[in-house]
């Protein structure tokens, strides 16, 4: 496969990482050469090990595949996703976009911001357009992009793993023209698909495979590890009615359990085809099983008696052709479990009917500046060619330049008397500057104090809070003229006597002008110290006058407050010392 576009892609599952290598064929279509299968561990009490597992299981399969350095296509598990078809009136095309990012903000149960999200037409009519959104936080979808591209592969598309699914359909499975129905079971979810001519309609429901481990772990008091594996080695579906039961009570008996768990799944497929109906769908007239969990001994048959239509097992590699390293008899098998690393690969061949692409930040920066590299060479040559100009024409200039700087020399010598004069005469204008400035300063900020009176007064959202006293600060004290409003000794019983900062005196430092650096104000709350918090959060997220963070100073720092009401209290004090952003001057 030297000379062959490698196409390499990867179904990120909940239970199974699943990686294929596929090539196009000469004559159209597509052709498998590898595919690899890494498990994860099931249990759901496992989750926060996910991104660490799936980062390993990655890893291994690029490893196993040779394919380091490749771009991927990949797909998530549907239930990662924010999923919804709406219908719209019939739009120009150019007015598209803007309707559909305005109904993504509606029915996007995130702000649109902390999302990753695309649309696709399903549908439309000369009455209206279907569209189905699909959204993931911005989080979430890096944290998974993040484990792919640490195993030095390079993200080219993000789908989802049933929109792969109908993809993969569609093209296996052209000529279907009867409502059909394909129900991918996987560990944690089965993705519903339902397709009838351009129509389409897909759910996630939270059911399956590891729904019946769990049952059975619970069932028999073990452990989920050994409940999966007594699945995997002795599970089917109970058939029930008059068929015979296992001879062994206990496969009986688990097999039972299987069953109960699969009833659940069949009602949650009838009630979503009761939905697909009251949108204008049509009941299927055939289904498809895949998915990791649909190996499960009987249960074709199981839903072909709940189903009443024909079950069949979904084969994406109906028109694919299969390399010679890929082994027939285990292809057989596994054919099933396939489905999103064909779809993903129709994606680098041909158009797809489904062309979702939730591409996180950093891969469409990138994908970005690959497209403006072409410019960028381009930039570059003409740049390099200019300062190959220029340099020729700065040689010239060299010489021209030593010439008129011997001229020179002789002017300066003549200039130079005057670098005293002109050094005199700058001192005295930094001696004016020095002294005009109190009074510049003065005149500058004559509105500063009703300035931050406003602003602190703007910031009082709630009328059981208001402030009654101002006291501008020098270093931590307040001026000695200044006359507070309360009675003497009210404010220090209540809070202490704050003490004044002791400067270190430096007797050869030059003489300071006093500044006003703090504004210290006292006030009154009923009721709730909480509303003086939110007033200290107002002014930190809009300091405006203020030296003030998120974070520093501490709240300890600038605010006290007395607690503690009694009944004979109408209003307790509170104190804020403010470090100002700009000193004031005091003359």
């Not at 110290?529 to 300091?543: G, K």
Request: aromatic content about 8%; proline content about 6%.
């Amino acid at each position: 496969m030297a000379s062959q576009k490698k196409i390499v892609t990867l179904n990120v599952g909940s239970q199974r990482v699943g990686m294929g290598v596929f090539s196009p064929a000469p004559g159209g279509g597509l052709v498998l050469h590898n595919y690899q299968f890494s498990e994860l561990l099931g249990d759901p009490a496992a989750e926060s090990a996910r991104i660490p597992q799936i980062t390993v299981a990655v890893n291994e399969l690029v490893q196993k595949m040779g394919v380091k350095g490749q771009a991927v296509r990949y797909a998530i598990s549907g239930h990662s996703v924010f999923t919804r078809f709406v219908k719209l009136p019939s739009l120009d095309e150019d007015k598209v976009d803007q309707i559909v990012e305005f109904e993504a903000q509606q029915n996007v149960p995130f702000p649109i911001d902390e999302v990753v999200w695309d649309y696709q037409l399903v549908g439309s009519d000369s009455s209206e357009v279907e569209v189905v959104l699909v959204a993931i936080k911005s989080d979430s979808l890096n944290e998974i992009n993040d484990a792919v591209e640490e195993s030095s592969l390079a993200t080219q598309t993000v789908d989802v793993a049933p929109m792969a699914l109908y993809n993969a359909f569609r093209y296996c499975y052209g000529d279907l023209t009867e409502p059909a129905m394909l129900i991918d079971v996987g560990a944690r979810t089965t993705n519903i698909v339902y397709m009838h001519g351009s129509r389409v309609f897909t759910r996630s429901v939270p059911v399956g495979g590891t729904a019946a481990s769990s049952a059975i772990a619970k069932e028999f008091d073990i452990s989920f590890a050994e409940a999966e594996a007594l699945k995997i080695r002795d599970g089917f579906v109970s058939l029930g009615g008059g068929y015979a039961d296992h001879e062994d009570p206990a496969i009986a008996s688990m097999s039972k359990v299987i069953r109960n768990t699969m009833t659940r799944l069949h009602a949650e497929v009838v009630r979503t085809t009761s939905a697909f109906r009251q949108q204008g769908g049509s009941a299927p007239k055939v289904a498809y099983l895949c998915g990791g969990s649909a190996g499960l001994p009987y249960l074709r048959e199981f839903f072909n008696e709940k189903l009443n239509v024909p079950v069949e097992y979904f084969n994406p590699l109906l028109n694919v052709s299969v390399g010679p390293k890929v082994q027939a008899d285990e292809i057989g098998k596994e054919a099933h479990t396939l489905g999103e690393l064909v779809g993903m690969a129709l994606r680098g061949v041909a158009a797809c009917p489904m062309e979702i692409d939730l591409v996180p930040e950093k891969v469409e920066a990138r994908k970005d500046l690959a497209r403006r590299k072409p410019f960028l060479i381009t930039a570059g040559v003409c740049l390099l060619s200019t300062l190959a100009a220029l340099g020729v024409h700065f040689t010239k200039g060299a010489s021209l330049t030593r010439d008129q700087l011997s001229a020179l020399k002789v002017e300066q010598n003549t200039l130079g008397g005057f670098d005293s004069k002109i050094e005199a005469e700058d001192a005295a204008l930094t001696e004016a500057r020095l002294r005009a400035y109190p009074l510049r300063t003065a005149v500058q900020g004559r509105t500063l104090m009703l300035d931050i009176v406003g602003h602190l007064n703007s910031k009082l959202a709630s009328d059981r809070l208001w402030i009654t006293q101002f006291e501008v600060l020098s270093k931590g004290a307040p001026l000695p003229d200044f006359k507070p409003l309360f009675p003497e000794g009210v404010a220090d019983r209540l809070f202490g006597t704050p003490e004044p900062v002791k400067p270190k005196i430096d007797r050869n430092a030059p003489v300071e002008i006093p500044m006003i650096d703090s504004i210290r104000f006292y006030g009154l709350y009923r009721d709730d110290v909480a509303n003086v918090f939110q007033f200290e959060s107002a002014l930190r997220a809009d300091p405006k006058f203020f030296a003030l963070t998120e974070s520093e100073p501490p709240r300890d720092e600038i605010l006290q407050v007395k607690t503690g009401h009694s009944e004979d209290v109408w209003a307790e004090m509170f104190r804020f010392d403010l470090p100002l952003a700009h000193s004031i001057p005091i003359q």
